[in-house]
């Protein structure tokens, strides 16, 4: 067996953790990849940390124009037009790779090869690279209904714990966009587990950085209700195909027979959100958000949410 070669996609904009997150690929104990590094056009000097590096397997792009945050999954996309890996992580530029992390995978890919999506266990971290928690563990593989119903119950994360088969993710059209990449992670992993599932990793192998720089933290709350939407638009259309085997069957029936009430409770509170901020967006809502159709009592709903929410702060 040929030895696989990885590709590291860093979709660059922000400066603060840049380093960190080169070093952690760099220090992999795995030595074949290529990091590919694409600079959104950032004001901040990416250009002389990357010039720290004379790794040749380090890859530098810059876009001419700025994509932005509302877009980055076209960032993410160019990102894998560059790539020649046969499987592909795409990480953000605060996140870091453990030094075992291609290793792992790589062993998983041995002892479950043919498959189109595999999950690295992550450590989520803090500011100062400070584990802070640890993400549920996961069964070694499960079905793409198993990893879609146990992502509704509340399990976490992010697009930088999968890794994708190039040449499924590519005949996909790249990972899945949706506005801010809100849900991409989710919709990108299930249309790569679809047919065979996926294998997680029973080791920790990412690390997920939590700071008030990330996009979900500074992002809008209309641009997430669209994404909601186109979620939920995906959805609906994936659940008219009923799996063949039996396990697959409850959980697709489950989530057939929740998916409504689901993606309708994530719009609530992101109206909540809203009008915490601002309880004008009460009639903003019904003025431009009227697609959305909340029902009166889910519009009451967020407006409660919303001052629980305030008065909590206050505390």
Known sequence: MKNILFSILVPTYKAKFL??????????????????????????????IVSLYSD?????????????AADVVDNWNLCLSHSVGDYVICMGDDDKLLPNCLEEYSHLISICPGMGIYHGWTEIINENSNVIKMQEPRPLKESVYSLIWNRWLGRSQYIGDFLFLTSLLK????FYYLPLAWGSDNVSSYVAAEFSGIVNSQTPVFQYRVNSLSLSVISNCESKIDAILGEYLWMSHFLEKIPSDSVSVIYWKNLKDNCRRYYRKLIVSQVSKSIEKNFLYVFIYKCKW?????????????????????FKNLL
């Open 56 to 68: 040749n397997r380090i890859k530098y792009f810059k876009n001419k124009k700025n994509i932005g």
């Open 290 to 310: 009227s697609r959305c159709d909340l029902s009166f009592k889910e519009l009451l709903r967020a407006i409660f949410i919303s001052f629980k929410d305030r």
């Open 19 to 48: 380093k960190e997150c080169i070093d952690s690929v760099l220090s992999q104990t795995y030595s074949d990849f290529e990091l590919i590094i694409v600079n959104d056009a950032s004001p901040e000097n990416i250009d002389s």
């Open 171 to 174: 005949e996909n059209g790249g």
